[in-house]
């Protein structure tokens, strides 16, 4: 990655015409939201990418230092703002890891079937927005009648379809309302057919298949010393799922497997996410099923206090990778310092990588196989 | 009980009953209350641990010596203090020695009252197989530059621009040391503790003629997005919304 | 002939007639005919792609939302016009006359239907040009150049890319795509658009069935490049939208973006009307020559209308299929798009080729 500003390095080409600058975004259908990206190509064939993020800034982590423990779950909903139920989790997942409290298994169990049901509802509107970056229209709309189903869900639980706000430090703030286990239930037994609709729209066909396979490649190493997680990280052939790793909540006591496959392009990462959809609807399946009764929130103080010269790091698996929190407490009711570990702005970093020396047409591809949102990024 | 002594023997033993059951209830109470789910009992905080004993902790002693300032867990986290200068040396080690191929993230925290007022970058890496994180801790007065890990883990670019933003902890051997989340010509680093929360007055990086240097960013640092002003005078008007 | 039209006769004289009369009814009848097709294919395709997607498509503007393309001229009549202050004015305005202006004059060449008394005993076409097959490629070659002044007119990068794949694109598949209609050509003996429907007529065969699938093979090759040619979905790379914003008409507001639209879907019915002619019988009725499928000539309409009724029959097939394809496929990559073109459409057109020769010789 080079600066953008410094001329062209590269020898003319061979009917001595420059290279050209494509100013890619801010505003641009396939960059989901406002990343800008200044691309250089040589005709088609891109020479160098540097992107530009920062549009989105809102200093949230700024805002974590003003409020109160229990006052900034609202800020984790507007990074990922497709993913709410994750960062919720995230960051109370820390903030309980600081203080010592322990959550009930109700708790534990309602958070992770509304992880799951996050992770669904992320995973197609990742396949949604990137099917149509590659040109096909229709799975866009198949997935936004499924993903319309869990907003539903997630509205009766707590009356917000995105900015969920649906966890609190010590367990949860509602009870299941009556018939959402069925409910979803019904959703759930329903939605692995769906998601054989997508594939067969998508997995065997020819040109989904050329545009995907050989695009984007990304070796292990590279994914690892750039801090890539997630579906990406198992699209390159590692498989590692915090959930698994280090299992939080109940994912312990569920039954599922992590997908991985080993070729490291955007066809696998799309497989990975695919698979990723199937194991989620297990993993809720089970947890209506073992769903245990009892309290929904842990004893806890009134004004909840960070110990002095107390820190922690949580991570949890979100749709898009790893997303933690890294927070510092100093005996007031404040975080002294709380800081996001943001997938997307990991992710997006490698994406220079990803794309020299491919087409204008793979850059999109790719953007839509980092599977980016803004709001994660810029904070 | 001030007359106990004037009690007749049957008194006093039913007094002794009552002590007695007392005490039993209270120690069932204990039981029950120890016996409690950790969800009702009060949250049990944790504190910082001494983490000489740790193999990794032994193994970086080894080869850096006095590098390594301080190595203490809490909440199970490894937490090590390394010395500015060698933390580049350190994560390569971490990495190429210990297996903390992944890098989590490196982010940075801000303590003007203590004794050295200063900054700190924190380093989270990641081990596969031992399915353990480590966070490695570099203290930097204000105006010292920190050693880049970027040829450590390459990941380091985006989120050492991110500090230098934010705190304006500047790193050594950076190729690219600009602002990232904010525009260049931003006067000021919003994460730090003095930089107030209502935000300051912005946006002059694209009319300096309309601001004193030291209200808003440094004059011409911005891309030049603006046309030079004997070109394009209608334009040099600032529009409304663009000043905060 | 309708006695209106005689009693025209009697007053201009026959001169005036037949060499400005006669064409100037025929040339509004048939842009009134295609406009309107071009107009209800819009809403047609949002329709059909509506049923693919699992949502209901337009259905505000009058029942079932019948007057939407009505509505949609109205508001691109009205739009502000916008000429971007460094476009290269010439080019940009150039553009869209260009690219719509070829499409529209294809249609002088194409029989609609049958002579018929009708049409006074001629038939349902402008022009009968002798050389028509080569007047369709001419035309549709000018087409091009209208998509690449607009995108470089534009003085846009988005729009500049756009053009250049758009120039790239129809110049690689006009090649088979002219190579594949020699193969009717050869069937038939005659290069008159009206002469091949007769010869199809005589022949007692649509040239889509004829020598073993020879003529399947240059269909097919002739509509693959054509969905190519008329930048449809999978082959839509120059206006991609996810990739160059909106291509060449990146620039584009109103009715000059209007009229690139209407440039595209008059591609769309011309190849498809050119594909009727040449492979499907134009307006022949299906099975003539079996006993059992005589009421298919529909004898109760008088000549001329149960032909422009096949004739319409084929094209409507056509164009679902157009839209079926947009509902379905995924976006080729620029280079992959040129391998289809110069690795496999090439070569099937120059064997199908050299086959029909070789059969027509034996």
Redesign the interface.
């Known amino acids: 990655m080079t600066d953008p500003n410094t001329p062209s390095a590269g020898p003319e080409t061979l009917f001595g015409l420059e290279e050209m600058e494509l100013n890619f975004g801010p505003q641009h259908p396939a960059t989901h939201g406002v990343l800008r990206l200044k691309v250089r190509v040589d005709g088609e064939r891109i020479v160098d990418t540097y992107p530009i993020v920062g549009y989105l800034h809102r200093g949230t982590e700024k805002l974590f230092e003003l409020h109160p423990f229990f006052q900034n779950v609202p800020h984790t909903d507007r990074m990922d703002y497709v993913a709410a139920a994750t960062n919720n989790l995230a960051y109370v997942g820390a903030v309980e890891r600081l203080t010592g409290i322990v959550v009930p298994p109700r708790a534990r169990y309602i958070r992770t079937l509304l992880s799951e049901l996050q992770r669904l509802s992320s995973h197609l509107l990742w396949l949604a927005t990137h099917a149509i970056d590659i040109g096909a229209m229709t799975p866009f709309f198949y997935t936004f009648r499924e993903r319309e189903i869990i907003l539903d869900l997630f509205e009766e639980y707590c009356g917000a379809r995105l900015t969920l706000n649906c966890m609190r430090p010590g367990g949860q703030p509602y009870d299941l309302t009556v018939g959402w286990t069925e409910r979803c239930a019904e959703f759930i037994d329903d939605f692995p057919s769906k998601i054989d609709d997508y594939e067969g729209l998508l997995t065997e066909n020819r040109i989904w298949k050329k545009r995907t396979v050989g695009v984007g490649m990304l070796p292990p190493e590279v994914a690892m010393a750039y801090g890539v997680t997630g579906p990406m990280l198992r699209g390159s052939g590692v498989q590692w799922d915090l959930r698994k790793a280090i299992p939080y909540e109940a994912y312990d006591e569920v039954d599922f497997d992590v997908p991985v496959f080993y070729n490291c392009d955007t066809y696998d990462r799309y497989l990975v996410r695919m698979e990723e959809m199937r194991q989620s609807t297990r993993i809720v399946a089970q947890c209506l099923e073992k769903l245990p009764e009892g309290p929904i929130m842990a004893k806890r103080p009134r004004v909840l206090k960070g110990p002095k010269e107390s820190e922690v790091y949580f991570g949890i698996e979100g749709p898009k990778g790893e997303i933690g929190f890294y927070i510092v407490g100093d005996g007031s009711p404040n975080p002294y310092r709380c800081r996001v570990r943001p997938p997307s702005f990991l992710n997006l970093q490698v994406l220079p990588e990803m794309v020299k020396g491919q087409l204008v047409a793979d850059l999109v591809a790719v953007i839509g196989t980092t599977d980016i949102v803004l709001g994660e990024i810029d904070r | 009980m001030s007359d106990t002594e004037n009690l007749t023997p049957e008194e006093k033993a039913a007094a002794e009953e009552k002590a007695a059951a007392e005490a039993k209830a209270k120690a069932e109470r204990e039981a029950a209350e120890a016996a409690k ?10 504190e ?1 641990q001494e983490a000489e004993a740790d193999p990794l902790v032994e193994a970086l002693r080894a080869s850096f010596g006095e590098a390594i300032r301080s190595a203490r867990t ?2 199970g ?1 490894l ?1 090590l203090v390394v010395d500015r200068a060698s933390i580049r040396e350190v994560s390569k080690s971490v990495k190429e020695d210990h297996g903390y ?5 490196i ?4 303590y003007p009252e203590r004794e050295a007022p200063g900054f700190e970058v ?1 380093y ?1 890496a990641y081990n ?1 197989d031992a ?1 353990r ?1 480590v ?1 490695l801790k570099v203290e930097v007065e204000e105006g010292v530059e920190v050693p880049s890990v970027i040829p450590v ?3 380091a ?3 050492e621009r991110e500090i230098y933003d ?1 705190y304006g902890v500047r790193f050594t051997d950076h ?2 040391m600009t ?5 260049e010509g931003f006067n000021g680093h ?2 730090r503790k003095e ?1 107030p ?1 209502e ?1 300051i007055d912005t946006g002059a990086a694209i009319y300096p003629e309309y601001y004193d240097e030291k209200d808003g960013p440094a004059a011409n640092a911005g ?1 030049g997005w603006l046309l030079p002003k004997e070109e394009e005078p209608e334009e040099s008007e600032t529009p409304e919304g663009e000043t905060t | 002939m309708p006695r209106f039209l005689e009693a025209i006769e009697d007053v201009v004289g026959a001169t005036i007639f037949y060499f400005a009369v006669s064409p100037l009814l025929k040339i509004a009848a048939a842009l009134v005919v295609v406009l309107t097709t071009i107009a209800y294919l819009t809403l047609a395709e949002r329709k059909i792609l509506g049923f693919i997607q699992a949502r209901v498509g337009p259905n505000r503007v009058g029942p079932w939302g019948l007057f939407q393309p009505i509505a949609d001229v109205a508001k691109l009549l009205v739009k502000e016009d916008i000429v971007p202050q460094r476009a290269i004015k010439w080019a940009f305005v150039l553009g869209p006359c260009l690219v719509v202006g070829p499409a529209l004059v294809i249609l002088a060449v194409i029989p609609f239907g049958p002579p018929s008394d009708v049409t006074g005993g001629m038939g349902w076409h402008i022009a009968d040009v002798n050389v028509a097959l080569l007047f369709v490629l001419a035309m549709a070659t000018i087409g091009v150049y209208g998509l690449i002044l607009g995108g470089w007119g534009s003085n846009n990068k988005f729009s500049l890319l756009g053009g250049l794949r758009s120039a790239a694109q129809m110049i690689s598949y006009e090649v088979p795509q002219g190579l594949s209609l020699v193969v009717p050509l050869l069937m038939a003996g005659t290069m008159s658009l009206n002469g091949i429907v007769q010869a199809q007529h005589d022949q007692h065969v649509w040239y889509v069935f004829n020598y073993w699938g020879l003529g399947l093979a240059a269909f097919f090759v002739y509509f693959v490049a054509g969905v190519a040619e008329s930048n449809r979905n999978p082959f839509d790379l120059p206006e991609a939208e996810s990739e160059l914003v909106a291509g060449f008409h990146t620039e584009y507001s109103g009715m000059r973006f209007a009229l690139f639209f209407l440039g595209e879907y008059a591609n769309m019915i011309v190849i498809s009307a050119v594909a009727v002619t040449l492979f499907l019988g134009g307006w022949l009725p299906p099975f003539a020559n079996q006993s059992w499928a005589g009421f298919l000539s529909l004898s109760f309409l008088p000549a001329g209308l149960a032909g422009f009724f096949w004739f319409f029959l084929k094209l409507i097939a056509f164009l679902f299929v157009y839209i079926w394809f947009r509902g379905t496929f995924p976006r080729y990559r620029f280079d992959q798009l040129m391998a289809l073109g110069w690795k496999w459409l090439l070569p099937m057109a120059l064997a199908t080729i050299m086959l029909t020769g070789l059969v027509k010789v034996l």
């Open positions: 789910p950790a969800w009702e009992k009060d949250p049990a905080v944790p910082w809490f909440a986290d937490v191929h992944l890098l989590v993230d982010c940075g925290a801000h924190i989270i596969f399915n994180r966070r883990w390459a990941g670019n985006w989120t934010m190729p690219d602002r990232i989340l904010l525009w919003p994460l930089f929360i935000g891309t």
